[in-house]
T-cell receptor, first 114, second 116 residues
Framework: DSGVTQTPKHLITATGQRVTLRCSPR?????VYWYQQSLDQGLQFLIQ???????AKGNILERFSAQQFPDLHSELNLSSLELGDSALYFC?????????????FGEGSRLTVL | AQSVSQHNHHVILSEAASLELGCNYS??????LFWYVQYPGQHLQLLLK??????LVKGIKGFEAEFIKSKFSFNLRKPSVQWSDTAEYFC??????????????FGSGTRLQVQP
């Protein structure tokens, strides 16, 4: 158990819909990272938040957005879903803001878009 | 941004065979390098990391990796694999994003299958 909690574990929805994935970081960790893992793209960095503020942005689509709340949990919002958005979405946390430390990953949220 | 290349996408070994998984990164000054492992159905876990110092890094479960600056490589090794090493292995590097911020960038992963 990494201490990072993600919900839901599995989610099936239809194209055009919107979903929200939730992540609770390890106790004391200020940084939250979101990654997308798909068969054809591998593990892609989406976005990072540090203590409520966006810190770094990777290959995140405009249809996707995220935020980190004062209690440090984070949500990843995916809208206007397409078949290609089907993937495993991982959240990871760390104490460091600069990305230099070890990341602790959650179990992931598996999204299936039909 | 820095990139990471893992050339072996799928490796099949018999138990007790030696393992070496390749990882190359693009040049970018100071590098922080990692190997993560993802066992079937589980989350990613850190195997080992290199920040500075001894270029031969020892990790958990008998894994080690060697940082060779001249070759931009950080290959993962294990002298004798076990069936329980069946997993996907990811090399990662701290990468400078276009925004000037840093984030961990992963390679495409190598799926290791160890046959009993």
């Amino acid at each position: 158990d990494s201490g990072v909690t993600q919900t839901p574990k599995h989610l099936i929805t239809a194209t055009g819909q919107r979903v929200t994935l939730r992540c609770s970081p390890r106790s004391g960790d200020l940084s939250v990272y979101w990654y997308q893992q798909s068969l054809d793209q591998g593990l892609q960095f989406l976005i990072q938040y540090y203590n409520g503020e966006e810190r770094a942005k990777g290959n995140i689509l405009e249809r996707f957005s995220a935020q980190q709340f004062p209690d440090l949990h984070s949500e990843l919002n995916l809208s206007s879903l397409e078949l290609g958005d089907s993937a495993l979405y991982f959240c990871a946390s760390t104490t460091a803001g600069g990305g230099a430390g070890e990341l602790f990953f959650g179990e992931g949220s598996r999204l299936t878009v039909l | 941004a820095q990139s990471v290349s893992q050339h072996n996408h799928h490796v099949i070994l018999s138990e007790a065979a030696s393992l070496e998984l390749g990882c190359n990164y693009s040049y970018g000054g100071t590098v922080n390098l990692f190997w993560y492992v993802q066992y079937p159905g589980q989350h990613l876990q850190l195997l080992l990391k290199y920040f500075s110092g001894d270029p031969l890094v020892k990790g958990i479960k008998g894994f080690e990796a060697e940082f060779i600056k001249s070759k931009f490589s950080f290959n993962l090794r294990k002298p004798s694999v076990q069936w329980s090493d069946t997993a996907e292995y990811f090399c990662a590097v701290i990468s400078l994003m276009d925004t000037g911020r840093r984030a961990l960038t992963f390679g495409s992963g190598t799926r290791l299958q160890v046959q009993p």
